[in-house]
């Protein structure tokens, strides 16, 4: 069984970096795309951005260039969500998400990080 | 960037009835479509893909429809398990977007 397990909810002040996980077991890590979404509280889905760990291609939404890092280590199966610099409207809870053979949607799905910024 | 209007963003429906919800695309993304179902925190879970293929295990009571522009989420007979958020997402363009969202509440 195919499985995404999200490191837990975290709560930083303003300025400060933070990196969140997602580790992938049940199936190769590096043959599908890994993506993740970002919910604002109360709000709707967004597409932040996307990584292929079998190549560490990595493909962004415009308003998360240069604002977030997706990286992915394949020893151990884990993908990554890292900000240098967080700010209060960073607050969300932030999913990884597997792009499967399901015509490219999001097949299977992390249980979400809760990101809390505030002073 | 591809923009997705859901509509209504909001409807209000009884156990057994029959839900159909609207996702517009600005442009032509062909048959490049999903639906996913989301459930008060939780993370969401995808129904259909390719606009109207069935996800493995998700019940017969969903359908999708459409293609180009224009697509359709049905629920006929809706069940207590039903009352969620939906939404659709493009994954036609080099930057995939969703839907607003779609919040379907019991009457």
């Known amino acids: 069984e195919v499985q995404l397990v999200q490191s837990g909810a975290e709560v930083k002040k303003p300025g400060e970096s933070l990196k969140i996980s997602c580790k992938v077991s049940?199936?190769?890590?590096?043959?599908?795309?890994l993506g993740w979404v970002r919910q604002v509280p109360g709000k709707g889905l967004e597409w932040m951005g996307i990584i292929y760990p079998g190549e560490s291609d990595t493909r962004y939404g415009p308003s998360f260039q240069g604002q977030v890092t997706i990286s992915a280590d394949k020893s151990i199966s884990t993908a990554y969500l890292k900000w240098r610099s967080l700010k209060a409207s960073d607050t969300a809870m932030y999913y990884c998400?597997?792009?499967?053979?399901?015509?490219?949607?999001?097949?299977?799905w992390g249980q979400g990080t809760l990101v809390t910024v505030s002073s | 960037d591809i923009q997705l209007t859901q509509s209504p963003s909001f409807l209000s429906a009884s156990v057994g009835d029959r839900v159909t919800i609207t996702c517009r695309a600005s442009q032509d993304i062909s048959s490049y479509l999903a639906w996913y179902q989301q459930r008060p925190g939780k993370a969401p879970k995808l129904l259909i893909y390719g606009a109207s293929t069935l996800q493995s295990g998700v019940p017969s009571r969903f359908s999708g429809s459409g293609s180009g522009t224009e697509f359709t989420l049905t629920i006929i007979s809706l069940q207590p398990e039903d009352f969620a958020t939906y939404y659709c997402?493009?994954?036609?363009?080099?930057?995939?977007?969703f839907g607003g969202g779609t919040k379907v509440e019991i009457k």
């Open positions: 998400a597997r792009q499967g053979g399901s015509g490219l949607a999001f097949d299977y």
């Open positions: 997402h493009q994954l036609n363009s080099y930057f995939p977007t």
């Open positions: 049940g199936d190769s890590f590096t043959r599908y795309w």
